[in-house]
């Protein structure tokens, strides 16, 4: 299987030049950025936080998740259901409750879906994610087909000073930015320890790795629950910043963007989830915003445009940026 | 419950379940023997539902559209297996998950062009358009027994294609052993190409013959593809027997679900699947 193979997990030193210099750059875009970018670049972040925990199902342990979206929906309904109609609560608490939704979420419906490999996997996961789906979609107690408001945006105070207002667009961009290196530093630790280096076994050979002793069904039913915990962050993050929530961010087409972004900068090390993720988002804002030509209006046609620029990556490019690059540095000998 | 209405009700989660068969048959198939994840499988429903639309108000008959419908459709099917499928029957199923996904935008925007985002209906023939009365007030419609019919009549015939002719013979054998079938002079290309005109074929129907009912709007074809995910995994992949008992069962609670328990309507049939996940995770026919 060429997801065995085609990884990348250590970045060669070109690759980690550019990501600093776009850490560089993404740390001083506000300044020069106008309102309208830099929440564009705060959802893209938020989207890279999102890729990232997909990454590791999809890339280290080799699981495809079809699904992924119904916990990064999920924080965000917590969100909206611990907020008050008419005042703010704390992030301290409602931060943490919401992630361990999602986790708690993940940990059940992983339960049921590790125990199956391969295609199963596949749609057991997107149905699983279908049912959460249609729970807040036919019921108009949890906000049914229209979704939920988030009035208030949370409040960082410590004693009642206020550390930091994430009403402010800046103040935003930077705690997102804040939350996407957490995570990406906490992944890329957690791919070198022990149990990393057991889900990189499951993905290569899980058999192997059961003979040599290893409770697999354990490694990855934590591997699946951490990764829903982390796209319940993203997914919080999400309500803070649009103050919105509806059933279409747990839908399947959400969960299939996300194994886009993924595949889009290269799989298994994070940094290629991070690229892919704006990347994505970058081409996606580019289709609808398509000019008109004569009488036909090229932005409203974007998902014929987003099917073709999908189905061309896949066809000429399946392994991504980071892929590509492998392929030039050899030779083009790993072209399958 | 009275019996009428049982009555009624049994006989609309046959007649479901049928036209989920319909489905999850080419795509069990479809994965069963090229090894392929169609999330696109619900794109040709709607191409047939749409296509009936179509054709029946281009000929004023839904039978001639029926006809025109499969052809079209199957023809398509065999364009999309050349031009894209057949080169990733070897390919990781992260990729044709993408692939096919992609094609599921590509089919919807395409659709929109040609037919507009309007709900449309289709309507029932004029032979077909009376109802059975079962009491002073209850009546079964004719034309819902009729796609009952063509079901069933596709249902065996489709059995009797794979278990008692000769292509039926290759098509199992290049299930049971691709290598071992090619060794032998079959020409596995063509078995291939075959199948999934097939498949192509059967979604088609089902979508033409379920027009005049559910009538004819945008993004029908992805709700029945999750629908279709939950037969085949309860069924088994690659097997059509499990396809066709799992996908009554699917009917039957589906059905049932909605009259008895209708706050719990959208999950009972996933709690199925969880079950049957937990009892056996390969599904209940695995091959």
Not at chain 1, 253 to 276: E, K, P, R, T
């Amino acid at each position: 299987m060429s997801t065995a193979k085609a990884h990348l997990e250590v970045l060669p030193g070109s690759v980690k030049l550019v990501l600093g210099l776009g850490l560089i750059a993404l740390a001083a875009f506000p300044l020069i950025g106008t309102d309208f970018y830099t929440q564009m670049v705060t959802r893209m972040m938020i989207l890279s936080i999102f890729a990232m925990s997909l990454d590791l199902l999809q890339g280290v342990t080799g699981l495809v998740s079809l699904g992924h979206a119904a916990y990064f929906g999920l924080a965000g309904y917590a969100l909206a259901f611990l907020t008050p109609q008419s005042e703010a609560v704390s992030l301290w608490w409602t931060l943490p409750a919401a992630v361990l939704a999602s986790g708690l979420a993940a940990l059940v419906i992983g339960f049921f879906v590790v125990r199956t490999h391969g295609i199963y996997f596949i749609m057991v996961t997107m149905a699983f994610a279908q049912m959460v789906f249609f729970l807040f979609f036919d019921n108009k107690a949890l906000g049914g087909s229209d979704g939920l408001y988030i009035n208030f945006k949370p409040t960082a105070s410590v004693m009642g000073v206020t550390l930091f207002d994430l009403d402010n667009k800046v103040t935003m961009y930077y705690a997102t930015l804040a939350a996407m290196l957490i995570v990406y530093v906490f992944l890329r630790r957690l791919l070198w320890s022990p149990f990393g280096r057991a889900l990189a076994g499951i993905r290569v050979n899980e058999h192997r790795m059961r003979a040599m002793g290893f409770g697999t069904f354990g490694y990855k039913l934590s591997a699946f629950t951490l990764a829903g915990a982390l796209a319940g962050l993203a997914g919080y993050l999400w309500g803070v910043q649009s103050g919105y929530i509806n059933p279409e961010l747990m839908g399947f087409h959400m969960s299939a963007h996300a194994i886009m972004m993924v595949i889009l900068g290269g799989m298994g090390n994070f940094a290629g989830a991070i690229v892919g993720a704006f990347t994505f988002e970058y081409v996606l804002h580019v289709f609808k915003d398509l000019p008109q030509v004569g009488s036909v209006n090229l932005g409203k046609h974007w998902q014929l445009w987003m099917g073709l620029f999908i189905v061309l990556v896949v066809v000429f490019a399946s392994r991504g940026v980071l892929g590509l690059i492998a392929q030039v540095k050899a030779g083009g000998k790993t072209h399958d | 419950m009275d019996f009428p209405t049982f009555l009624i009700q049994l006989l609309n989660s046959v007649q479901y379940g049928l036209l989920l068969f319909m489905l999850a048959a080419g795509l069990t198939l479809i994965f069963g023997i090229m090894g392929v994840v169609n999330l696109a499988h619900g794109s040709f429903y709607m191409l047939g539902a749409y296509l009936a639309y179509w054709l029946s108000g281009y000929f004023g008959s839904l039978t001639l559209a029926l006809l025109g419908g499969v052809v079209l459709a199957v023809l398509f099917g065999l364009a999309l297996e050349w031009l894209l499928f057949r080169h990733f029957y070897q390919r990781d199923h992260l990729d044709q998950v993408l692939l096919t996904f992609g094609l599921i935008y590509i089919f919807e925007e395409l659709r929109s062009m040609l037919w507009g985002d309007d709900v449309h209906g289709v309507p029932i023939p004029e032979l077909l358009s009376a109802s059975i009365p079962l009491t002073d007030n209850l009546s079964y419609p004719v034309y819902r027994l009729f796609m009952s019919g063509v079901c069933i009549a596709l249902a065996v015939g489709l059995y009797l294609l794979i278990s008692r002719t000769r292509l039926g013979m290759k098509i199992r054998a290049g299930a049971f052993n691709r290598d071992m079938a090619e060794a032998l002079g079959i020409n596995i290309k063509r078995i291939h190409a075959v199948v999934f005109a097939l498949g192509v074929g059967l979604a088609a129907v089902a979508g033409i013959v379920a027009a005049p009912i559910s009538s004819v709007y945008p993004n029908m074809g992805s709700q029945v593809l999750i629908m279709c995910f939950v037969v085949v995994v309860i069924g088994g992949i690659g097997s059509v027997r499990g396809a066709l008992i799992s996908a009554l069962l699917v009917g039957l609670v589906d059905t049932f679900g909605k009259v008895l328990l209708p706050s719990m309507a959208g999950m009972l049939v996933y709690m199925l699947m969880a079950a049957v996940l937990l009892w056996k995770p390969e599904g209940l026919f695995k091959q």
